[in-house]
């Protein structure tokens, strides 16, 4: 049985880089290898939703096709795990 997929998209525009998105490029150290195996990681130079954003919130990043704003790493680490606790 194939296991499914996790995709996330981080944004490494500057304003997302430099307010805290350059962390996302630690969850490979915050993850198990069982996680990361599960993970389809790819960086994009800019999503559009700085934008659209009501909450004005960086960094971006989208996971299974929902956008997360200002998310701190460990905040992304556990809803990365709730995920893939559910698949």
Known sequence: MEMKKIEITLCTGTMCYV??????????????????????IRGVTCLGHCKKSREGKFPCMVINGTAHFGLALDEAVAIIKEIYNTI
């Open 19 to 40: 307010t805290g998105g350059s962390n996302y490029f630690l969850l490979e150290e915050n993850l198990s290898e069982q996680i990361m195996a599960s993970l389809d």
